[in-house]
T-cell receptor, first 115, second 116 residues
Framework: NAGVMQNPRHLVRRRGQEARLRCSPM?????VYWYRQLPEEGLKFMVY????????ESGMPKERFSAEFPKEGPSILRIQQVVRGDSAAYFC?????????????FGPGTRLTVL | AQSVAQPEDQVNVAEGNPLTVKCTYS??????LFWYVQYPNRGLQFLLK??????LVKGSYGFEAEFNKSQTSFHLKKPSALVSDSALYFC??????????????FGTGTLLAVQP
């Protein structure tokens, strides 16, 4: 049973370019979460999605960031016009249901470097 | 607002000695508490969780954690540390109990260094 898959593992972009980060949840999981880890900091929640729905985007920056989890295919975190401050590790997690007791399973992360 | 505090940036312990990594929390209602471990350049691995029931929770790799409601703490423990336990440890609490979100609120992490 494959775990949470994220790609690419490393992504380098120049300022002003777009970054697309992909996440495939564990088999049977319909809930996806995105977190960002800045250097020397803990993880900060960004967005929580179910298939075709954004449930909570309270942690998403108001501009340039968007996320989707389509009916088919992986979840996508999209960052437009990247800036150096976007350099971070972006982690995706998935869980099987809405129960708060369900642990979230994390992917290996995508490390974004903005030059 | 919900929050988690890990008061120690780093914990140093000799191999074979017991270890404790501290965590305190602030939530409304009953907390769901989690511990995760992160090895360099890797994602987070789930260690254990407290939902309800026994205050002492046992998890992976010989780790356990004690839930203390009066002190609002959830300290991670292991009776005998291994060098391979050296990693970054995160405590987390599930936020927003009244709503639909399941987002986790993480502490800032504690680096555990086990010396041979």
């Amino acid at each position: 049973n494959a775990g949470v898959m994220q790609n690419p593992r490393h992504l380098v972009r120049r300022r002003g370019q777009e970054a697309r980060l992909r996440c495939s949840p564990m088999k049977g999981h319909s809930h996806v979460y995105w977190y960002r880890q800045l250097p020397e900091e803990g993880l900060k929640f960004m967005v929580y999605l179910q298939k075709e729905n954004i449930i909570d985007e309270s942690g998403m920056p108001k501009e340039r960031f968007s996320a989707e989890f389509p009916k088919e295919g992986p979840s996508i975190l999209r960052i437009q016009q990247v800036v150096r401050g976007d350099s971070a590790a972006y982690f995706c997690a998935s869980s099987p249901g809405t129960g708060g007791s369900n642990e979230q399973f994390f992917g290996p992360g995508t490390r974004l470097t903005v030059l | 607002a919900q929050s988690v505090a890990q008061p120690e940036d780093q914990v140093n312990v000799a191999e074979g000695n017991p270890l404790t990594v501290k965590c305190t929390y602030s939530v409304s209602g009953n907390p769901y508490l989690f511990w995760y471990v992160q090895y360099p350049n890797r994602g987070l691995q789930f260690l254990l969780k407290y939902i309800t029931g026994d205050n002492l929770v046992k998890g992976s790799y010989g780790f356990e954690a004690e839930f203390n409601k009066s002190q609002t703490s959830f300290h991670l423990k292991k009776p005998s540390a291994l060098v391979s336990d050296s990693a970054l440890y995160f405590c987390a609490v599930r936020g927003n109990y009244g709503g639909a979100t399941n987002k986790l609120i993480f502490g800032t992490g504690t680096l555990l260094a086990v010396q041979p």
